[in-house]
């Protein structure tokens, strides 16, 4: 069976950083590509993710909104991968989900109809 299991988020002053980790169990996550994606309070989720990586770190794809302030990197050793968000806004708040792309393109997308396998969501909130 496999899960995935966000954690890291908080609250944040604007400006302020956080650390979220995506950690697999039932597979090699570094064999998949890996994407984030947000869903803003009272929306439904992005149909495009805020950042992915690509199967053993091939390529990374960064959304308008986060480029600059967001970086995203695998630690094999836990078998996980991390978003590093820096310089929050407001805007940036949400429930963050990390997601598995099974498929065989050779790069990841930020597309969510790519993605399958779904954690729970860790919320972040900025404060202004």
């Known amino acids: 069976q496999v899960t995935l299991v966000e954690s890291g988020g908080g609250l944040v002053e604007a400006g302020g950083s956080l650390r979220l980790s995506c950690t697999a169990s039932?597979?090699?996550?570094?064999?998949?590509?890996v994407g984030w994606f947000r869903q803003a309070p009272g929306k439904e989720r992005d149909g495009e993710g805020v950042i992915c990586i690509g199967k053993r770190g091939r390529n990374i794809d960064y959304g308008d909104s986060v480029k600059g302030r967001f970086t995203i990197s695998r630690d094999h050793a836990k078998n996980s991968v991390t978003l590093e968000m820096n310089s929050l806004q407001p805007e940036d708040t949400g429930v963050y989900f990390c997601?598995?792309?099974?498929?065989?393109?050779?790069?990841?997308?930020?597309?969510?109809?790519?993605?399958?396998?779904w954690g729970q969501g860790t919320q972040v909130i900025v404060s202004s």
């Open positions: 039932g597979l090699t996550l570094d064999d998949y590509h």
């Open positions: 997601a598995l792309d099974r498929g065989f393109q050779f790069f990841c997308s930020r597309m969510m109809s790519r993605y399958s396998d």
